[in-house]
């Protein structure tokens, strides 16, 4: 799988594409006991299939009509589909965080290329597991959606999404309003049904700088299983080799002297407390959180987070 990994600092459609080979080698329904552990938890919940009847809700395209509820149907004037445990569905609803932190790699691509990377063999996984897909692509310049399907056709608008997220430098000609996280969260609660799977893949550097975080996240994690992808790279964790550096956040640009060892010392500390900051504050609500570093293979982790049995 090594010619289907993540390179360079542009999200290109056909790479993301070629994340379909990769989606054969896992089983995205598989609950690794690495992703249990990791949640702070035995085993992770998952709705049971079986062949009782649940629950009528709308009709959706790509239902079969043989399920149709037509008493409910005529009787409300709107299409309504039957559901079974053996029929429950868990849609796959991606979260892919592209906005300027992001855009950042010092190894074999960005932090963007590499999270889309992650989100395109998951959405390839969940349609080769039957379920629909969709998703949000936070950027600088707003957040936008697809709606879950279960088609290819779906998938392939996702990727065509993340692929034409503005660069920073585009974003910052608009002025837009920064995203906040909570206005994501809400969005995807409100693109996902109980009993989907997020899965949400950022570097997560101001997810707990916002105070109306938690509420929004109490409410989804009580009805959908939530895993957290944590992308970093490793300047995030260690300083490069000592000297000066220009360092620049696009707008404005500063000189960093890296040659004092008390100052990498405190810049690997304060990484290190952020990165189990955001471990401990999901594990109160039982949501894994799974580091993806641009100097590792991602294919052979999601392997072992979703293994093919």
């Known amino acids: 799988m090594t010619d289907f990994l993540p390179k360079g600092h ?16 896992i089983n995205i329904n598989a609950q690794s006991k690495a ?42 004037g709107d299409p309504h589909t039957k559901l079974f445990q053996e029929d429950r569905e868990q849609p796959i609803v991606l979260m892919v965080d592209l906005r300027s932190p992001m855009w950042f790699g010092s190894k074999n691509c960005f932090k963007s290329v590499l999270a ?9 996984a969940g349609l080769e597991a039957g379920e ?10 707003g957040i936008f959606e697809i709606k879950p399907q279960r088609s290819k056709r779906s998938v392939l608008r996702l990727l065509r999404l993340m692929e034409s997220a503005p660069s920073p430098d585009a974003a910052a000609n608009h002025q837009n309003p920064p995203i906040s996280w ?12 109980p009993g989907a799977r997020l899965m949400l893949i950022s570097d ?4 707990l700088s916002e105070p109306n975080v938690e509420k929004t996240l109490r409410d989804i ?11 970093t790279d490793p300047l995030d964790a260690t300083l490069p080799p000592a000297g000066r550096y220009a360092i620049s956040d696009g707008t404005r640009q500063i000189k960093m002297d890296t040659s004092q060892q008390a100052i990498r010392q405190r810049y690997q500390i304060d990484f290190e407390r952020s990165q189990q900051d955001v471990i401990d504050y999901l594990r109160r609500y039982q949501v894994p959180l799974v580091t993806v570093d641009t100097d590792e293979n991602p294919n052979e982790l999601l392997q072992q987070v979703f293994p093919k049995r």
């Open 132 to 141: 629909r897909v969709g998703g949000i692509a936070m950027t600088d310049a």
């Open 10 to 25: 542009q999200v290109l459609a056909e790479r993301l594409i070629e994340g379909r080979h990769v989606a054969r080698m």
């Open 221 to 231: 994690v009580g009805h959908r299983q939530v895993v957290c992808f944590k992308v």
């Open 35 to 76: 992703l249990a552990l990791l949640a702070g938890r035995r085993r992770i919940r998952q709705r049971g299939r079986g062949v009782d009847f649940e629950e009528v809700r709308l009709y959706a395209p790509g239902d079969d009509i043989r399920t149709i509820d037509w008493r409910v149907t005529a009787r409300s």
């Open 182 to 193: 909570s206005t994501a969260l809400n969005q995807l609660k409100n693109l996902s049904r």
């Open 116 to 124: 889309s990377h992650v989100a395109s063999v998951l959405a390839w």
């Open 204 to 207: 997560f550097s101001d997810f």
